[in-house]
């Protein structure tokens, strides 16, 4: 049982958009930034999105971040076959502890 | 560009001992905190360990508190993990990553340790 809850699950057909949510609490999303990745099969997830709406260089701009409260979503616009892959949400205090989301398995229909 | 390369994983049995490393290249090491992260087979990502830059704090997950050890030695650019009374539970991928913006932001490619009898 995760900290941070994900929906096990999405999916999408290419073109559409999808989003992920990602639920905490006070003490953890509600107080810190949130930050996502992606693990394509087989290899070590890479940074999506970090502090809670900032795109790494090199990450498309399909890929948007949002956090609200105590909650935060990752919306992937314009789906692509590549993006078929596992996505986790994140959150550390100022001590460096952190949580990671159970992960999402996301299928491009 | 920041590289991060696992090694010293392998197969080894309960209640034994493993070291892992991580040799750290592309940035000023000393300057970040870094972190141990596994991934069991077919599961999530857990935060095993994380120090400070200057090695000064160190925190643990509750499921490895006593047994493993984070360190690093700035010098070298080489984190370390000691893995002591390992568990078949504990068998996963073992990734290296630094901490930057508030967060991980690069991660290794990862080390597989195998825990069985």
């Known amino acids: 049982q995760s900290v941070l809850t994900q929906p096990p699950s999405a999916s999408g057909t290419p073109g559409q958009r999808v989003t992920i949510s990602c639920s905490g609490s006070?003490?953890?999303?509600?107080?810190?930034?949130v930050f996502w990745y992606q693990q394509l099969p087989g290899t070590a997830p890479k940074l999506l999105i970090y502090r809670n709406n900032q795109r790494p260089s090199g990450v498309p701009d399909r890929f948007s971040g949002s956090k609200s409260g105590t909650s935060a979503s990752l919306a992937i616009s314009g789906l692509r076959s590549e993006d078929e892959a596992d996505y986790y949400c994140a959150t550390w205090d100022d001590t460096l502890r952190g949580v990671f989301g159970g992960g999402t398995k996301l299928t491009v229909l | 560009q920041v590289q991060l390369v696992e090694s010293g994983g392998g197969v080894v049995q309960p209640g034994r001992s493993l070291r892992l490393s991580c040799a750290a290249s592309?940035?000023?090491?000393?300057?970040?905190?870094m972190h141990w992260v596994r991934q069991a087979p077919g599961k999530g990502l857990e935060l095993v360990a994380v120090?400070?830059?200057?090695?000064?704090?160190?925190y643990y997950a509750d499921s490895v508190k006593g047994r493993f050890t984070i360190s690093r030695e700035n010098s070298k650019t080489t984190l370390y993990l000691q893995m002591n009374s390992l568990r078949i539970e504990d068998t996963a991928v073992y990734y290296c990553?630094?901490?930057?913006?508030?967060?991980?932001?690069?991660w290794g490619q990862g080390t597989l340790v195998t825990v069985s009898s």
């Open positions: 120090i400070s830059y200057d090695g000064s704090n160190k």
């Open positions: 592309g940035f000023t090491f000393s300057s970040y905190a």
């Open positions: 006070s003490s953890n999303i509600g107080s810190n930034y």
């Open positions: 990553a630094r901490h930057l913006f508030g967060g991980i932001d690069y």
